[in-house]
């Protein structure tokens, strides 16, 4: 059973659209941490969110945290090509102090 | 600075040889992890070492060992290699066990044949 399911998996779209990607789960995160990855490399932090309802902007990225702290999503403004990579979102279950990955989401942004 | 790095970037082993993937960090981090990513399961955790001179298992440990040699490093060895280790293993670090974000290494990419 995956702890954290990301949809969609994968998503192909024209340079300038706009997308939201989905981290949910059944459980409660104490924190929820946003990476992306690039092929070859390792994955790199884009933010951690820790407050239900939070909401965090980096560039034409905005993240939230849901109110109940059991989702999050990603929503991109405006995309384009060098917004092409996977993006994971890892939660840390209350009482676990182990991070847990989703799948990833692997976006393509066409020029 | 050079974060966290791996070695090898690359290997290719035959089935049933032994190999040590090494991993060094330089931001005097605590913690440490190792992680395998395959397709379509996304990255799992194989062993971590939450401070210098504990190591604890993760998610897939079998078939694995490792060595939190001092506070930068942690190596992850392979005792006899099975096809089904075919992997990107990454080695990642982070100030402190639980909550903290984890930087990570590009990545040893191995293939057992």
């Known amino acids: 059973t995956q702890l954290l399911e990301q949809s969609p998996q994968f998503l192909s779209i024209q340079e300038g659209e706009n997308l939201t990607v989905y981290c949910n789960s059944s459980?409660?995160?104490?924190?929820l941490q946003w990476y992306r990855q690039e092929p070859g490399e390792g994955p790199v932090l884009l933010v951690t969110?820790?407050?239900?309802?939070e909401v965090k902007k980096l560039k034409r990225l905005t993240f939230q945290f849901g109110d109940a702290r059991k989702d999050s999503s990603l929503h991109i403004t405006a995309a384009q090509p060098g917004d092409t990579g996977l993006y994971l979102c890892?939660?840390?279950?209350?009482?676990?102090?182990?991070?847990?990955f989703g799948k990833g989401m692997k976006l393509t942004v066409n020029p | 600075n050079a974060g966290v790095t791996q070695t090898p970037k690359f290997q290719v082993l035959k089935t049933g040889q032994s190999m040590t993937l090494q991993c060094a960090q330089d931001m005097n981090h605590n913690s440490m992890y190792w992680y395998r990513q395959d397709p379509g399961m996304g990255l799992r955790l194989i062993y971590y070492s939450a401070s210098e001179g504990t190591t604890d298992k993760g998610e897939v440990p079998n078939g694995y060992n490792v060595s939190r040699l001092n506070k930068r490093e942690f190596s992850l060895r392979l005792e006899s290699a099975a096809p089904s280790q075919t992997s990107v293993y990454f080695c990642a670090s982070s100030i402190y066990f639980s909550n903290q974000p984890q930087h990570f290494g590009d990545g040893t990419r191995l293939s057992i044949l």
């Open positions: 890892a939660g840390v279950v209350g009482g676990s102090e182990k991070l847990v």
């Open positions: 969110v820790v407050t239900g309802g």
């Open positions: 459980s409660v995160f104490s924190s």
